[in-house]
């Protein structure tokens, strides 16, 4: 059964940078059509999409995020990775990573979702 | 503000029927992308609860049904139980944003 994983430091200074990470298990980040996507959602908020990637490299991103975000991927560790720069007190937020539905780019699904983590931007 | 329009609560008694409206226009829903559907227990990630407008995953009860119709899609559940107080999120894609959008969710309250 795939599982996901998120890692990283629960809470960041403001304007530093954020790192975290997303460890697949029970399958390969490689295997399939797969893209692997990043979604946060700030407290007592909704869902947004940060960012998907392809074990391949190739990513994309929410126009809204993309000058400030960077996802990487490492298939030998089964990880794939999200940075993002400039912290504000808006990016407080549960971050979950995702595997994202093979198929049509614009028709993909979310699932499954890693248990979130929670970063908090405060000094 | 979300793309996605849905109403910020519904509820019902044990054994009803309650329906959860996600409205877009026609850089999402109304262009014919699919519509996905997420249950998400208190204190836990989201679940994928319907895809491609209609569709059950595997382990998801018939109780929950999908349905889309124009610039709007509905998420049904019949027989409403107490483990269904969730939050409910729909999903799109939006061609002008160019990504993937979400509603802002539906607080699901059994009576």
């Known amino acids: 059964q795939l599982q996901l994983q998120e890692s990283g430091p629960g809470q960041v200074k403001p304007s530093e940078t954020l790192s975290l990470t997303c460890t697949v298990s029970?399958?390969?980040?490689?295997?399939?059509?797969?893209?692997w996507g990043w979604v946060r959602q700030s407290p007592g908020e909704g869902l947004s999409w940060i960012g998907s990637?392809?074990?391949?490299?190739?990513?994309y991103y929410s126009p809204s995020l993309k000058s400030r975000v960077t996802l990487s991927v490492d298939r030998s560790k089964n990880q794939f990775y999200l940075k993002v720069t400039s912290l504000t007190a808006a990016d407080t937020a549960v971050y979950y990573c995702?595997?994202?539905?093979?198929?049509?780019?614009?028709?993909?699904?979310?699932?499954?979702w890693g248990r979130g983590t929670l970063v908090t931007v405060s000094s | 503000q979300s793309v996605l329009t849905q109403p910020s609560s519904v509820s019902g008694a044990p054994g009803q029927r309650v329906s959860i409206s996600c409205s877009g226009n026609?850089?999402?829903?109304?262009?014919?992308?699919?519509v996905h559907w997420y249950q998400q227990l208190p204190g836990t990630a989201p679940k994928l609860l319907i895809f491609?407008?209609?569709k059950r995953p595997s382990g998801v009860a018939d109780r929950f049904s999908g349905s889309k119709s124009g610039t709007s899609a509905s998420l049904a559940i019949t027989g409403l139980q107490a483990e269904d107080e969730a939050d409910y999120y729909c999903?799109?894609?939006?061609?002008?944003?160019?990504?993937?959008?979400f509603g802002a969710g539906t607080k699901v309250t059994v009576l």
């Open positions: 995702a595997r994202m539905s093979d198929g049509d780019f614009e028709a993909v699904w979310f699932g499954p």
């Open positions: 999903q799109s894609y939006d061609r002008r944003l160019s990504g993937y959008v």
């Open positions: 026609s850089s999402n829903i109304g262009a014919d992308f699919d």
């Open positions: 990637i392809y074990y391949t490299g190739s990513a």
């Open positions: 491609a407008n209609t």
């Open positions: 029970g399958g390969s980040i490689s295997s399939g059509s797969y893209y």
